[in-house]
C-alpha cells in the first residue's frame, strides 16, 4: 500500500502540467524496484512510462495500457480530506487518482510481484504503457505509438479503467465511445456593461449560445439536430439487443449510486443508451456574475464546453466538420475551439483472447461478468488498434461510487486487491 499512497501523494494533473514529470520518475522507480525494465520517454506533452518483462520463449504478449495523471481536484472545499493526502476511512481509499487512475494501474504491477513472489511462473510477455495525458485526450500518444510500433507490438491491448456494477458485478467492456471536446466563445461588448444603463443597447452574447445549443439539440428527448450527425452511427442489431436484455440491471441501486433516483428504464434501455447511442453534453458553461447576491451585469464574453460521445463508426473529424458547418450556419460570429477527440472502438466476443479474459474476470471474481459492447467513456484505444492492429478491451476494478472526476475520488480496498487477483488470471490464462 505504501506505493500506492506514494503515487497518489505526487500531484499530476495534465491539464495543468502540475507534478506530471516528478510523477513519471516515481513510477519508474516503482517499476524498477520490482525487476520491471522501465524508461521515460519524453514527448511534446507528458513523459510516458513504459516498462516491460520480456522472455523469448514466450510466444504472447500482453500491452497493459494505464494513465498516471489525474483530473484537476476543484472544488477543493468538497473534499473531506485533502486530495492529495491519501487516507483510509471506511474500507475506501480516498485521493484524488486512487480509482483514476492510478490504484488500477498500479494493480498491475502488483499482479507481477504477486506472481513472483508465489514463485508462479507465467508464459506471456507483459509490457507496460502508463500515458501521462489521458485525462488531456492523449495528443502525444498517436506520435508515440508511430515511432515505437515494434516495442509495442502485443496480441492484446488490456486496461483496468472505471467503476464496476453498480451491483458490484464486474465488467467486460469490449471498447469504447469515442469523444469530441468543443469550446465555443460568443463576444458582445469590449467591456462588462450595466444591465439598466446598457440594456437594450449593448447585445448579450449568453443569448447567441443559448440561441445555437438549443438549435443542435432536441429538449425533448436529447436527439442531436446537427444535420449528418447520425449517418456513420453502426445500426444495433438484434444480437445487440438480445446480448443486452441478457445483462443484470437493478435500477432501484442504479439510481442511488449516480444520484438520480429518479431513473425510471429497463436494463435493456440503459445499456443501449450507454454503450451503442451517442451523446451531446454541456460540460461548462460561463456568463457573467454567478456569486452570491446580485450584480446586473450584461457580460462582454460567454463561454460553452461541450462534449460529444461518438459510438462505433463515428468518426470525429466528421462530425467536427458537421458542427462547424452547423453554427456557422446559425450564427458565424461565433469562436470554435476543438479542444480534443478520440475514436470509438468496437472487439468481437467471439476473439479466443476475449473468452481468456471474461474467464479470467469470471475466475477472480467467482461471479459472471456483465459483458457490454463498449464502455461509455472514452480511453484511446483506436490508436493501438489502428497502428498496431492490437485488439483492446477495458476491465473496470473501481467500485461503482468510486466518484472518479468528482470531490472524494475513493477506491474499495478490497476491489484494489481483488483488481492484482484479476490481472493474475489475466496473465496466466493469456499465457496459456
Request: proline fraction near 6%; hydrophobic fraction near 35%; charge should be negative.
Amino acid at each position: 500500500m505504501n506505493l500506492l499512497f506514494e503515487l497518489l501523494r505526487q500531484p499530476s494533473i495534465s491539464a495543468q502540467q502540475i507534478g506530471v514529470d516528478k510523477c513519471a520518475q516515481i513510477l519508474k522507480r516503482q517499476l524498477l524496484d520490482y525487476d520491471i525494465k522501465a524508461t521515460i520517454y519524453e514527448t511534446k506533452g507528458s513523459p510516458i512510462v513504459y516498462g516491460e518483462i520480456i522472455n523469448p520463449k514466450n510466444t504472447k504478449t500482453i500491452l497493459i495500457y494505464g494513465h498516471y495523471d489525474v483530473q484537476p481536484p476543484e472544488p477543493i472545499e468538497a473534499w473531506e480530506t485533502p486530495p492529495f493526502e491519501p487516507s483510509i476511512r471506511n474500507g475506501k481509499i480516498y485521493a484524488r487518482g486512487v480509482g483514476d487512475n492510478k490504484g488500477q494501474m498500479l494493480a498491475h504491477v502488483f499482479a507481477i510481484k504477486t506472481l513472483r513472489d508465489l514463485q508462479i511462473d507465467f508464459s506471456v510477455n507483459v509490457k507496460f504503457l502508463f500515458d501521462g495525458e489521458e485525462e488531456s485526450s492523449s495528443h502525444s500518444l498517436p506520435e508515440f505509438i508511430k515511432e515505437h510500433q515494434e516495442l509495442l507490438v502485443a496480441d492484446v491491448l488490456y486496461n483496468a479503467d472505471g467503476p464496476l456494477d453498480s451491483t458490484g458485478r464486474p465488467i467486460v467492456y469490449l471498447g469504447n465511445r469515442g469523444m469530441l471536446y468543443v469550446e465555443l466563445t460568443a463576444i458582445g461588448a469590449t467591456q462588462d456593461n450595466h444591465s439598466g444603463n446598457k440594456g437594450n443597447i449593448v447585445p448579450n452574447p449568453a443569448w447567441k449560445l443559448i440561441n445555437v445549443l438549443q438549435s443542435m439539440r432536441a429538449g425533448t428527448d436529447g436527439e442531436v439536430l446537427i444535420e449528418g450527425f447520425y449517418d456513420d452511427v453502426r445500426p444495433v442489431t438484434i444480437e445487440d439487443i438480445r446480448h443486452l436484455q441478457e445483462q443484470p440491471f437493478d435500477l432501484q441501486e442504479t439510481g442511488r449510486v449516480i444520484g438520480y433516483e429518479a431513473l425510471d428504464m429497463s436494463g435493456e434501455e440503459y445499456y443501449e443508451k450507454l454503450t451503442l447511442t451517442p451523446t451531446f453534453n454541456i460540460s461548462g458553461l460561463s456568463s457573467g456574475y454567478s456569486g452570491t447576491g446580485q450584480k446586473t451585469v450584461i457580460p462582454s464574453e460567454d463561454k460553452v464546453k461541450i462534449d460529444i460521445r461518438l459510438v462505433a463508426d463515428q468518426d470525429p473529424d466528421d462530425i467536427y466538420r458537421k458542427l462547424v458547418a452547423h453554427i456557422q450556419q446559425v450564427d458565424p460570429s461565433l469562436d470554435i475551439v476543438r479542444v480534443g477527440a478520440s475514436k470509438p472502438t468496437r472487439t468481437s466476443m467471439e476473439l479466443e483472447s476475449v473468452r481468456q479474459i471474461i474467464s479470467s474476470v469470471h475466475d477472480a471474481h467467482e461471479l459472471q461478468p456483465i459483458v457490454l459492447p463498449a464502455i461509455g467513456a472514452t480511453f484511446p484505444g483506436y490508436l493501438f488498434q489502428e497502428l498496431l492492429g492490437t485488439l483492446s478491451l477495458l476491465i473496470p476494478y473501481a467500485n461503482a461510487d468510486e466518484d472518479n472526476h468528482a470531490p472524494n475520488e475513493n477506491m474499495d480496498v478490497e476491489l484494489f486487491f481483488k483488481g492484482i487477483e484479476t490481472t493474475c488470471h489475466v496473465i496466466l490464462n493469456i499465457g496459456k
